[in-house]
T-cell receptor
């Protein structure tokens, strides 16, 4: 079993839809949770960062962490074609010297 | 947010030659930098972890003599692909962890470097 599980998709939605992206993990020591967006042929860009459990909102993006369920989510409201990219979840914790573990990435397509 | 610059963004080299890729943290000090390789439509594969002033830690299956990593300062790490072969052609990405814990232990990525070996 991988430490971080993420459905690779692809996920295709119409413009304006609410997108839900998720990851599950097995290591209860993870404390820091990140979401990155990667456009084709580019390096990943940090979108959201959350420490421990809770919600964080930034514009159209909301990140949720449920440590009891070992489940994190990224919601994108009013999705736009420019949101089409691969979204990677990532997490780290004191175990293993804060080594960051990435999900496989979910490919998202937002159709105009 | 923090900026990590990677250079060159793309390079073509002949088989058998060596290629150096630089990774710089522009506005923060990075005690730790990471090097990844990514194949098309696949996720990031961690190659090695580079700590300033010490030897890099390589992931299993990564040849340390082929992928030389140097982290000479808190803002610069280099990856040298030695005696490159066509199978080394890939997208190489670096990332850096901000030294200041107030940053939340997040890592920031460079723009990536496309290597094509002909």
């Amino acid at each position: 079993q991988k430490e971080v599980e993420q459905d690779p998709g692809p996920l295709s939605v119409p413009e304006g839809a609410i997108v839900s992206l998720n990851c599950t993990y097995s290591n209860s020591a993870f404390q820091y949770f990140m979401w990155y967006r990667q456009y084709s042929r580019k390096g990943p860009e940090l979108l959201m960062y959350t420490y421990s459990s809770g919600n964080k909102e930034d514009g159209r993006f909301t990140a949720q962490v449920d440590k009891s369920s070992k489940y994190i989510s990224l919601f994108i409201r009013d999705s736009q074609p420019s949101d089409s990219a691969t979204y990677l979840c990532a997490m780290s914790g004191r175990t293993g010297g804060f080594k960051t573990i990435f999900g496989a990435g979910t490919r998202l397509f937002v159709k105009a | 947010g923090a900026v990590v610059s990677q250079h060159p963004s793309w390079v073509i080299c002949k088989s058998g030659t060596s290629v150096k890729i630089e990774c710089r943290s522009l506005d923060f000090q990075a005690t730790t930098m990471f090097w990844y390789r990514q194949f098309p439509k696949q996720s990031l594969m961690l190659m090695a972890t580079s700590n300033e002033g010490s030897k890099a830690t390589y992931e299993q299956g990564v040849e340390k003599d082929k992928f030389l990593i140097n982290h000479a300062s808190l803002t610069l790490s280099t990856l040298t692909v030695t005696s490159a072969h066509p199978e080394d052609s890939s997208f190489y990405i670096c990332s850096a962890r901000d030294r200041e814990w107030s940053s939340g232990n997040t890592i920031y990525f460079g723009e990536g470097s496309w290597l094509t070996v002909v």
